[in-house]
């Protein structure tokens, strides 16, 4: 069974999440997206919120699962038997930080190998913090939301 984990803050789930996550249904038998719970992060949204609001985006999937993770997450998908994490890239500066973080999980997470995605055109502009700014100042953030 091939599990993979798709771990990040979610803060909010934005449209550009969601097209990666529907593009790497085919590829795994189960997909679980982990939504970061960090003490030191000041959320907009609460965990309750994150999580309800992506599990109603795929209430229809029965290939995802939603949960929350609290520390690694290298350590998080040992002990969900998760041989995958997926993730995004928009840009060279996603491929830059991603490319660390991801050598780095292999050596923690027991070979835990992460599969990138690159987000198609229409979404690479689309930041879960560029839309927090949108909300925060009274914008519509509509179109970039599931
Ligand atoms: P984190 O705080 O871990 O960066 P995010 O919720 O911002 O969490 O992002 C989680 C993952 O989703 C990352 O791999 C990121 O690259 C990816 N992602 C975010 N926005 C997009 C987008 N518009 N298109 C494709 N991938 C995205």
Do not use: W
């Amino acid at each position: 069974m091939k599990i993979a984990v798709f771990p990040g803050s979610f803060d909010p789930i934005t449209i550009g999440h969601v097209e990666l996550v529907r593009r790497a249904i085919p590829l795994f038998d189960k997909i679980i997206i982990a939504v970061g719970v960090n003490s030191q992060k000041k959320y907009l949204y609460t965990l309750e919120e994150r999580i309800h609001q992506i599990a109603d985006v795929f209430v229809q999937e029965p290939k995802i699962e939603v949960d929350k993770h609290e520390g690694l997450t290298a350590l998080y998908c040992i002990n969900k038997n998760a041989q995958y994490l997926l993730r995004g890239l928009r840009n060279a500066s996603d491929f830059d930080y991603e490319k660390q973080l991801s050598q780095m999980n292999h050596i923690i997470g027991d070979g835990v190998e992460t599969v990138f995605l690159i987000s198609h055109p229409q979404y690479s502009h689309i930041s879960s913090t560029l839309v927090r700014e949108v909300i925060k100042g009274g914008g519509d953030a509509s179109p970039f939301l599931p």
